[in-house]
Protein backbone atom coordinates (compact mmCIF):
# COMPACT_ATOMS: atom_id res chain seq x y z
CA UNK A 1 0.00 0.00 0.00
CA UNK A 2 1.18 3.59 -0.62
CA UNK A 3 0.85 6.70 1.02
CA UNK A 4 1.09 9.95 0.52
CA UNK A 5 0.13 12.96 2.10
CA UNK A 6 -2.05 15.92 0.88
CA UNK A 7 -1.84 19.64 2.74
CA UNK A 8 -5.42 21.08 3.57
CA UNK A 9 -4.40 24.11 1.61
CA UNK A 10 -3.16 21.73 -1.62
CA UNK A 11 -6.76 20.53 -2.09
CA UNK A 12 -8.73 23.35 -4.24
CA UNK A 13 -5.44 23.70 -6.48
CA UNK A 14 -5.62 19.80 -6.92
CA UNK A 15 -9.40 19.55 -7.58
CA UNK A 16 -8.90 22.64 -10.03
CA UNK A 17 -6.29 20.98 -11.75
CA UNK A 18 -8.40 17.78 -12.37
CA UNK A 19 -11.85 20.08 -13.30
CA UNK A 20 -9.22 21.49 -16.23
CA UNK A 21 -8.41 18.03 -17.25
CA UNK A 22 -11.51 16.02 -17.07
CA UNK A 23 -14.89 16.20 -15.87
CA UNK A 24 -15.51 16.01 -12.09
CA UNK A 25 -18.04 14.88 -10.06
CA UNK A 26 -18.43 15.18 -6.56
CA UNK A 27 -20.54 16.05 -3.62
CA UNK A 28 -22.52 19.66 -3.38
CA UNK A 29 -25.03 21.30 -1.22
CA UNK A 30 -28.53 21.35 -2.58
CA UNK A 31 -30.93 23.17 -0.41
CA UNK A 32 -30.61 21.03 2.88
CA UNK A 33 -29.47 17.95 1.17
CA UNK A 34 -26.06 16.74 -0.83
CA UNK A 35 -26.24 15.40 -4.38
CA UNK A 36 -23.23 13.78 -6.26
CA UNK A 37 -22.70 16.54 -9.35
CA UNK A 38 -20.17 17.75 -11.71
CA UNK A 39 -18.15 20.61 -10.12
CA UNK A 40 -17.40 23.86 -12.04
CA UNK A 41 -14.80 25.33 -9.30
CA UNK A 42 -13.43 23.22 -6.51
CA UNK A 43 -15.28 25.54 -4.20
CA UNK A 44 -18.46 23.53 -4.90
CA UNK A 45 -16.87 20.35 -3.32
CA UNK A 46 -18.37 19.39 0.04
CA UNK A 47 -16.49 16.39 1.50
CA UNK A 48 -17.98 17.89 5.16
CA UNK A 49 -21.89 16.03 3.41
CA UNK A 50 -23.16 12.77 5.40
CA UNK A 51 -24.65 11.57 2.12
CA UNK A 52 -26.48 12.46 -0.99
CA UNK A 53 -29.93 12.20 -2.58
CA UNK A 54 -28.80 9.51 -5.07
CA UNK A 55 -25.61 7.26 -4.92
CA UNK A 56 -23.07 7.58 -7.43
CA UNK A 57 -24.34 4.20 -9.47
CA UNK A 58 -26.30 6.97 -11.48
CA UNK A 59 -22.96 7.67 -13.38
CA UNK A 60 -22.70 3.84 -14.59
CA UNK A 61 -25.96 3.02 -14.32
CA UNK A 62 -28.15 6.14 -15.44
CA UNK A 63 -31.44 6.71 -14.41
CA UNK A 64 -32.24 6.15 -18.02
CA UNK A 65 -30.07 4.51 -20.47
CA UNK A 66 -29.88 4.44 -24.10
CA UNK A 67 -28.74 0.78 -25.18
CA UNK A 68 -29.34 0.42 -29.01
CA UNK A 69 -31.17 2.49 -31.97
CA UNK A 70 -32.38 -0.05 -34.80
CA UNK A 71 -33.86 0.84 -38.60
CA UNK A 72 -33.80 -1.32 -41.43
CA UNK A 73 -30.66 -1.50 -42.23
CA UNK A 74 -29.56 -3.23 -38.54
CA UNK A 75 -29.10 -2.03 -35.07
CA UNK A 76 -25.95 -0.26 -33.27
CA UNK A 77 -24.77 0.01 -29.95
CA UNK A 78 -25.07 3.65 -27.51
CA UNK A 79 -22.41 2.89 -25.53
CA UNK A 80 -20.23 6.18 -25.27
CA UNK A 81 -18.89 6.01 -21.82
CA UNK A 82 -16.75 9.36 -20.93
CA UNK A 83 -13.82 9.54 -18.80
CA UNK A 84 -14.86 11.13 -15.22
CA UNK A 85 -13.33 11.37 -11.81
CA UNK A 86 -15.96 10.73 -9.22
CA UNK A 87 -14.27 12.52 -5.94
CA UNK A 88 -15.23 12.06 -2.37
CA UNK A 89 -17.25 8.69 -2.22
CA UNK A 90 -18.03 7.42 1.35
CA UNK A 91 -16.68 3.73 2.21
CA UNK A 92 -20.24 2.06 1.78
CA UNK A 93 -21.22 3.66 -1.19
CA UNK A 94 -17.59 2.33 -2.52
CA UNK A 95 -18.73 -1.24 -1.08
CA UNK A 96 -22.11 -0.95 -3.19
CA UNK A 97 -20.08 -0.11 -6.54
CA UNK A 98 -17.97 -3.10 -5.69
CA UNK A 99 -21.68 -5.16 -5.53
CA UNK A 100 -22.74 -3.79 -9.18
CA UNK A 101 -19.53 -4.20 -10.35
CA UNK A 102 -19.71 -7.88 -9.50
CA UNK A 103 -23.43 -8.43 -10.29
CA UNK A 104 -23.52 -6.48 -13.74
CA UNK A 105 -20.45 -9.07 -14.66
CA UNK A 106 -22.02 -11.69 -13.84
CA UNK A 107 -22.26 -14.06 -16.56
CA UNK A 108 -23.38 -12.04 -19.22
CA UNK A 109 -20.96 -8.83 -19.09
CA UNK A 110 -22.95 -5.99 -19.29
CA UNK A 111 -20.98 -3.25 -21.23
CA UNK A 112 -23.58 -0.74 -20.92
CA UNK A 113 -22.76 0.01 -17.43
CA UNK A 114 -19.37 -1.80 -17.07
CA UNK A 115 -18.07 0.70 -20.04
CA UNK A 116 -18.83 3.64 -17.74
CA UNK A 117 -17.35 1.89 -14.89
CA UNK A 118 -14.22 1.37 -16.46
CA UNK A 119 -14.06 5.01 -17.64
CA UNK A 120 -14.38 6.54 -14.18
CA UNK A 121 -11.97 7.02 -11.48
CA UNK A 122 -12.68 6.39 -7.82
CA UNK A 123 -12.04 8.80 -5.01
CA UNK A 124 -12.90 7.78 -1.65
CA UNK A 125 -13.21 10.00 1.54
CA UNK A 126 -13.73 9.14 5.08
CA UNK A 127 -17.21 9.59 6.51
CA UNK A 128 -16.82 13.07 8.42
CA UNK A 129 -20.75 13.12 9.35
CA UNK A 130 -22.99 10.70 9.56
CA UNK A 131 -26.29 10.77 8.13
CA UNK A 132 -29.09 10.39 10.55
CA UNK A 133 -30.73 7.20 9.52
CA UNK A 134 -27.20 5.52 8.18
CA UNK A 135 -26.12 1.80 9.85
CA UNK A 136 -23.03 1.17 7.70
CA UNK A 137 -21.56 -0.31 10.61
CA UNK A 138 -23.97 -2.65 11.21
CA UNK A 139 -23.28 -4.04 7.47
CA UNK A 140 -19.59 -3.90 7.29
CA UNK A 141 -19.46 -1.44 5.31
CA UNK A 142 -17.68 1.17 7.56
CA UNK A 143 -14.03 0.13 5.81
CA UNK A 144 -13.23 -0.47 2.19
CA UNK A 145 -9.61 -1.75 1.20
CA UNK A 146 -10.44 -2.34 -2.51
CA UNK A 147 -12.99 -0.38 -4.79
CA UNK A 148 -11.24 2.81 -5.16
CA UNK A 149 -8.52 4.06 -7.01
CA UNK A 150 -7.59 6.79 -4.38
CA UNK A 151 -8.67 7.39 -0.90
CA UNK A 152 -8.21 10.37 1.13
CA UNK A 153 -8.32 10.42 5.02
CA UNK A 154 -8.62 13.39 6.71
CA UNK A 155 -7.01 13.58 9.41
CA UNK A 156 -7.63 17.10 11.16
CA UNK A 157 -5.94 20.58 10.65
CA UNK A 158 -3.04 19.32 9.27
CA UNK A 159 -4.78 17.74 5.73
CA UNK A 160 -5.16 14.35 3.74
CA UNK A 161 -3.14 10.98 3.76
CA UNK A 162 -3.97 9.45 0.45
CA UNK A 163 -3.56 5.83 -0.11
CA UNK A 164 -2.57 5.21 -4.07
CA UNK A 165 -4.85 1.92 -5.39
CA UNK A 166 -4.72 2.21 -8.74
CA UNK A 167 -2.41 2.97 -12.09
CA UNK A 168 -5.83 5.39 -12.27
CA UNK A 169 -4.76 6.54 -8.85
CA UNK A 170 -1.34 6.94 -9.60
CA UNK A 171 -2.19 8.88 -12.67
CA UNK A 172 -3.87 11.75 -10.52
CA UNK A 173 -0.88 12.83 -8.25
CA UNK A 174 0.83 14.18 -11.72
CA UNK A 175 -2.21 17.24 -10.65
CA UNK A 176 -1.06 17.50 -6.92
CA UNK A 177 1.28 18.86 -4.64
CA UNK A 178 1.54 15.31 -2.87
CA UNK A 179 4.55 14.62 -0.20
CA UNK A 180 6.04 11.57 2.01
CA UNK A 181 3.46 10.70 4.69
CA UNK A 182 5.39 11.09 8.18
CA UNK A 183 4.60 7.68 11.09
CA UNK A 184 2.49 9.85 12.83
CA UNK A 185 0.50 11.04 9.91
CA UNK A 186 0.11 7.19 9.10
CA UNK A 187 -0.73 6.54 12.68
CA UNK A 188 -3.30 9.48 12.97
CA UNK A 189 -5.07 7.53 9.63
CA UNK A 190 -5.08 4.31 11.37
CA UNK A 191 -7.10 5.58 14.12
CA UNK A 192 -9.77 7.40 12.29
CA UNK A 193 -10.56 4.78 9.91
CA UNK A 194 -9.86 1.57 12.42
CA UNK A 195 -10.25 3.22 15.75
CA UNK A 196 -14.08 4.57 15.07
CA UNK A 197 -17.22 2.62 15.93
CA UNK A 198 -20.59 3.16 17.63
CA UNK A 199 -20.96 6.23 15.04
CA UNK A 200 -24.51 4.92 13.54
CA UNK A 201 -27.40 5.62 16.04
CA UNK A 202 -29.04 3.15 13.78
CA UNK A 203 -27.83 -0.67 15.15
CA UNK A 204 -28.53 -3.89 13.91
CA UNK A 205 -28.77 -6.02 17.22
CA UNK A 206 -27.26 -8.93 15.33
CA UNK A 207 -24.34 -10.12 12.87
CA UNK A 208 -25.78 -10.09 9.29
CA UNK A 209 -25.17 -14.05 8.98
CA UNK A 210 -27.64 -13.98 11.82
CA UNK A 211 -29.88 -12.16 10.37
CA UNK A 212 -29.60 -13.59 7.35
CA UNK A 213 -30.50 -17.04 8.45
CA UNK A 214 -33.61 -15.90 10.61
CA UNK A 215 -34.73 -13.57 7.86
CA UNK A 216 -34.84 -16.32 5.55
CA UNK A 217 -37.41 -18.55 7.84
CA UNK A 218 -39.42 -16.10 8.45
CA UNK A 219 -41.19 -15.68 5.04
CA UNK A 220 -45.06 -15.57 6.49
CA UNK A 221 -44.03 -13.11 9.48
CA UNK A 222 -47.01 -10.98 10.38
CA UNK A 223 -44.56 -8.37 10.25
CA UNK A 224 -44.94 -8.13 6.24
CA UNK A 225 -48.65 -7.05 6.00
CA UNK A 226 -48.32 -4.98 9.26
CA UNK A 227 -45.73 -2.62 7.47
CA UNK A 228 -46.80 -2.83 3.93
CA UNK A 229 -50.51 -1.78 4.94
CA UNK A 230 -48.83 2.09 4.83
CA UNK A 231 -46.84 1.60 2.07
CA UNK A 232 -47.74 3.76 -1.00
CA UNK A 233 -45.80 1.20 -3.40
CA UNK A 234 -43.98 4.11 -4.79
CA UNK A 235 -40.79 2.86 -5.12
CA UNK A 236 -38.50 5.29 -3.70
CA UNK A 237 -37.07 2.99 -1.63
CA UNK A 238 -35.81 1.22 -4.67
CA UNK A 239 -35.03 4.21 -6.42
CA UNK A 240 -32.22 5.92 -3.95
CA UNK A 241 -30.51 2.74 -2.81
CA UNK A 242 -27.05 2.18 -4.06
CA UNK A 243 -27.50 -1.78 -4.54
CA UNK A 244 -30.55 -1.74 -6.34
CA UNK A 245 -29.89 -2.82 -10.09
CA UNK A 246 -33.24 -3.52 -11.66
CA UNK A 247 -34.47 -1.98 -14.38
CA UNK A 248 -37.01 -1.77 -17.70
CA UNK A 249 -36.57 -1.97 -21.32
CA UNK A 250 -38.56 -0.42 -23.94
CA UNK A 251 -38.63 0.40 -27.13
CA UNK A 252 -39.59 3.75 -28.10
CA UNK A 253 -40.22 3.75 -32.14
CA UNK A 254 -39.91 6.84 -34.10
CA UNK A 255 -42.58 8.11 -36.90
CA UNK A 256 -41.45 5.84 -39.71
CA UNK A 257 -42.18 2.96 -38.16
CA UNK A 258 -39.32 1.26 -39.12
CA UNK A 259 -36.58 2.92 -36.61
CA UNK A 260 -35.87 3.91 -33.04
CA UNK A 261 -34.21 3.66 -29.97
CA UNK A 262 -33.88 0.95 -27.03
CA UNK A 263 -33.38 2.23 -23.54
CA UNK A 264 -33.31 1.22 -20.50
CA UNK A 265 -34.89 2.53 -16.97
CA UNK A 266 -34.34 2.12 -13.59
CA UNK A 267 -36.93 -0.21 -12.08
CA UNK A 268 -38.51 -0.90 -8.42
CA UNK A 269 -39.87 -4.18 -6.72
CA UNK A 270 -42.34 -2.08 -4.53
CA UNK A 271 -43.91 -0.74 -7.66
CA UNK A 272 -47.13 -2.63 -8.61
CA UNK A 273 -46.37 -3.66 -12.43
CA UNK A 274 -43.18 -4.46 -11.69
CA UNK A 275 -43.93 -8.16 -11.29
CA UNK A 276 -46.42 -7.90 -13.96
CA UNK A 277 -46.03 -10.32 -16.80
CA UNK A 278 -48.34 -11.00 -19.99
CA UNK A 279 -49.68 -14.36 -20.56
CA UNK A 280 -51.80 -15.83 -23.21
CA UNK A 281 -53.49 -12.13 -23.92
CA UNK A 282 -53.75 -11.23 -20.17
CA UNK A 283 -51.34 -10.16 -17.29
CA UNK A 284 -50.43 -12.30 -14.49
CA UNK A 285 -48.93 -10.16 -11.20
CA UNK A 286 -46.67 -13.00 -8.96
CA UNK A 287 -45.98 -10.05 -6.35
CA UNK A 288 -49.62 -8.53 -6.82
CA UNK A 289 -49.58 -7.85 -2.74
CA UNK A 290 -48.30 -5.28 -1.12
CA UNK A 291 -46.87 -7.25 1.57
CA UNK A 292 -45.13 -9.43 -0.96
CA UNK A 293 -43.32 -6.49 -2.28
CA UNK A 294 -42.33 -4.92 1.15
CA UNK A 295 -41.24 -8.93 2.04
CA UNK A 296 -39.65 -9.16 -1.12
CA UNK A 297 -37.47 -6.14 -0.73
CA UNK A 298 -36.23 -6.79 2.47
CA UNK A 299 -35.46 -10.65 1.29
CA UNK A 300 -33.78 -9.54 -1.58
CA UNK A 301 -31.31 -7.08 1.11
CA UNK A 302 -30.77 -9.14 3.82
CA UNK A 303 -30.78 -13.13 2.45
CA UNK A 304 -31.40 -13.44 -1.13
CA UNK A 305 -27.88 -12.17 -2.88
CA UNK A 306 -25.60 -13.24 0.08
CA UNK A 307 -25.12 -15.92 -1.53
CA UNK A 308 -23.79 -14.42 -4.47
CA UNK A 309 -21.98 -11.05 -2.64
CA UNK A 310 -20.79 -12.89 0.77
CA UNK A 311 -22.93 -11.04 2.42
CA UNK A 312 -26.26 -8.67 2.88
CA UNK A 313 -27.10 -6.80 -0.60
CA UNK A 314 -27.38 -3.49 1.64
CA UNK A 315 -24.56 -1.37 2.82
CA UNK A 316 -26.57 1.04 5.29
CA UNK A 317 -26.25 3.81 4.12
CA UNK A 318 -29.84 4.59 5.13
CA UNK A 319 -31.14 6.28 1.95
CA UNK A 320 -34.05 4.66 1.77
CA UNK A 321 -35.38 5.27 5.03
CA UNK A 322 -34.63 8.86 4.48
CA UNK A 323 -36.49 8.73 1.14
CA UNK A 324 -39.91 6.76 2.42
CA UNK A 325 -42.98 9.09 2.65
CA UNK A 326 -44.19 7.10 4.88
CA UNK A 327 -41.22 5.98 7.25
CA UNK A 328 -41.38 2.50 7.15
CA UNK A 329 -38.63 1.70 4.72
CA UNK A 330 -35.70 1.69 7.03
CA UNK A 331 -34.11 -1.89 7.19
CA UNK A 332 -33.10 -1.70 10.79
CA UNK A 333 -36.10 -1.90 13.12
CA UNK A 334 -38.05 -4.53 10.84
CA UNK A 335 -34.61 -6.95 10.91
CA UNK A 336 -34.69 -6.21 14.24
CA UNK A 337 -37.99 -7.18 15.06
CA UNK A 338 -37.53 -10.13 13.31
CA UNK A 339 -34.63 -11.25 15.13
CA UNK A 340 -36.45 -10.42 18.47
CA UNK A 341 -39.17 -12.68 18.16
S1 LIG B 1 -31.55 -0.94 1.47
FE1 LIG B 1 -31.57 1.18 2.22
S2 LIG B 1 -29.86 1.30 3.67
FE2 LIG B 1 -29.56 -0.56 2.45
S3 LIG B 1 -28.19 0.06 0.80
FE3 LIG B 1 -30.32 0.26 0.04
S4 LIG B 1 -30.90 2.41 0.46
FE4 LIG B 1 -29.04 1.95 1.67
S1 LIG C 1 -40.52 4.32 -0.12
FE1 LIG C 1 -41.88 3.63 1.54
S2 LIG C 1 -43.94 3.97 0.76
FE2 LIG C 1 -42.57 4.05 -1.03
S3 LIG C 1 -42.54 1.91 -1.80
FE3 LIG C 1 -40.79 2.11 -0.37
S4 LIG C 1 -41.63 1.38 1.61
FE4 LIG C 1 -43.41 1.83 0.28
Same mark, same amino acid.
Given at each position: ???? !? ?17 ? =?? &? ?46 ? &? ?8 ? +? ?31 ? *? ?16 ? !? ?22 ? &? !???? =? ?24 ? *? ?23 ? =???? !? ?8 ? %???? %?? &? ?27 ? +? ?29 ? +????? *? ?5 ? %? ?13 ? %? ?19
Amino acid at each position: MRLL !FLQKEELEPFVSRLIAWQE =VV &GPKAKKNRFVFDKLESPAELRLDYDTTILPPKKYFFQPQQDLIRFSPE &GFTGCIEPKP +RIIFGVHPYDIKAISMLDYLFSDGKKDWNYLAN *RQAATIVGINVHQVFKTA !FFESMGASIVTKGYDLFLTDIGEE &G !FVVE =VATDKGEALLAYGHFTQVTPDQAQKR *RKILYGQSDRCSQKLFNLPEEVSEK =VALS !FYHPIWEEMA %SRCF %SC &GACNLVCPTCYCFDVQDMWNLDQESGIRF +RTWDGCLTEDFAKVTVQGGTENFRQDRSSRY +RHRIM *RKAVYLN %SKLGGPACVGCGRCA %SACPADLANPVPVLNKIMEG
